[in-house]
């Protein structure tokens, strides 16, 4: 995140950069690095849970970096439909559940390859085309409905249980 937040920052000098977290903020602001000028424009804070849609809606793009490994291969972030569901595209990375999937299938957002610089420029350049998509919001939108709904969720279970109980019913017999 640190890479993407100062490498954006150097190609927009307006731009903020908002980080809600739960963690020490000193220490996310000591991890995140950069000059005093970059420094200047991070803002780290907590939110009641609540409350975190007040911040989203000021947001143009949201980022989500996770850290790689077998526990996460499973999960899927609800912040990703939550972001989504209110038209934000996402800067991510592969290597957590079905992110990458879903930001790649349904043109949503844009996936960081590594933090080296040149990644990151490529991520802007990427974003910056993405995002003058005036179908955008719309289309994160609908990837929210058809991902992260309740009725996509109840069809979801649906099929997989579908899937199992004839197996288990010829199991038996």
């Known amino acids: 995140m640190a890479a993407f937040f100062q490498a954006a920052a150097r190609r927009d000098v307006n731009s903020e950069f908002h980080?809600?977290?739960?963690?020490?903020?000193?220490?996310v602001r000591e991890a995140m690095g950069g000059n005093p000028a970059f420094q200047s424009r991070l803002q780290i804070y907590s939110m009641a849970p609540h409350e975190?849609?007040?911040?989203?809606?000021?947001?143009s793009v949201s980022a989500m970096f996770f850290t790689e490994g077998l526990s996460k291969l499973g999960s899927s972030p609800t912040r990703l439909g939550e972001l989504l569901g209110c038209g934000i595209p996402v800067v991510a990375n592969a290597g957590v559940g079905d992110v990458a999937q879903i930001i790649e299938r349904n043109c949503v957002g844009v996936l960081a390859r590594s933090s080296a610089t040149e990644d990151m420029d490529e991520v802007l350049d990427a974003l910056e085309r993405l995002t003058a998509d005036p179908h955008l919001p719309s289309?994160?939108?609908k990837t929210a409905e058809e991902v992260f709904s309740l009725e996509a969720g109840t069809r979801a279970y649906r099929e997989l249980y579908a899937s199992i109980l004839p197996l288990q019913t010829s199991?038996?017999?």
């Open 19 to 27: 980080i809600i977290t739960r963690d020490d903020p000193k220490k």
């Open 52 to 59: 975190v849609h007040k911040a989203v809606q000021r947001q």
């Open 139 to 141: 289309r994160c939108r």
């Open 171 to 173: 199991k038996t017999t």
